[in-house]
């Protein structure tokens, strides 16, 4: 048994025909590309900062210039420490200022109850990075969804009531977070709902994109 930080791999024994991750990652560690024999495969629990994580195998090619692979089902592990985002508290975004402080008002036929299965989150955390969300429940079933960006500038909340068809949204910031929530919503919906298996990953030094049906087709991004 080898103790260490498990982003590193352990070069000793490379290169490995075989990684496998107990852990969820936010994106793959450049170090198990570069300790994968040429033809390897890396498995591991791909998630989202928004949220929903999906098992990714990756096949590493010849010249281990990169991994593509696609998404084989559901997943809930623990996040990679290093991996593990700062989530601010909400009186940070306010800056003191009584909510809705300078939050514009507008409302939405999208529910955000429909956004929150862990497929959903998964959908919508490809579409927009640096965001995360958080629910404050009320005692009838209602609940705001809160959705907040990491750099703290930002921020979002749509109210969700049983039985509505429109909901109350307030934004502030430079990016409008509940319409980058609900446009990524909207490209899956158009898409025919799809599901984990029409899913995939490229991996290379330079970074990660996630694609639907082909490698030639990205999953677009709002940020």
């Known amino acids: 048994m080898v103790e260490g930080d498990g982003r590193a791999g352990w070069p000793q024994g490379a290169p490995y025909d075989r990684i496998i991750a107990t852990c969820s990652v936010l994106e793959i560690p450049a170090a198990w590309l570069e300790q994968s024999a040429p033809g390897a495969v890396i498995v591991a629990p791909f998630g989202t900062e928004y ?19 696609t998404f084989t089902g559901g997943s809930a592990f ?25 939050g514009v008002k507008s409302t939405t036929t999208l529910s955000p109850w429909d956004t929150g299965e862990w497929f959903q989150q998964f959908v919508i955390g490809l579409g927009v990075p640096g965001a995360f969300w958080r629910a404050e429940r009320y005692d009838n ?25 429109e909901y109350e949204v307030y934004q502030s910031g430079p990016r409008n977070l509940w319409d980058e929530v609900e446009a990524a919503y909207r490209w899956w919906d158009d898409q025919g709902r799809p599901g984990f298996d029409r899913f995939g990953l490229t991996v290379t030094p330079d970074g990660h994109t996630v694609w639907l049906d082909s490698p030639d087709n990205p999953v677009p991004t709002r940020d």
């Open 51 to 69: 949220g929903g994580e999906q098992i990714v195998r990756l096949i590493v090619n010849d010249d281990r210039s990169r991994a593509v692979g």
């Open 78 to 102: 623990m996040r990679l420490r290093q991996q593990r985002t700062e989530r601010p508290l909400f009186e940070e975004y306010l800056h003191g200022v009584p909510w809705p402080a300078d």
């Open 141 to 165: 079933g209602a609940y705001t969804l809160w959705i907040y960006s990491r750099d703290k500038r930002s921020w979002a909340s749509a109210d969700y009531e049983h039985g509505r068809t």
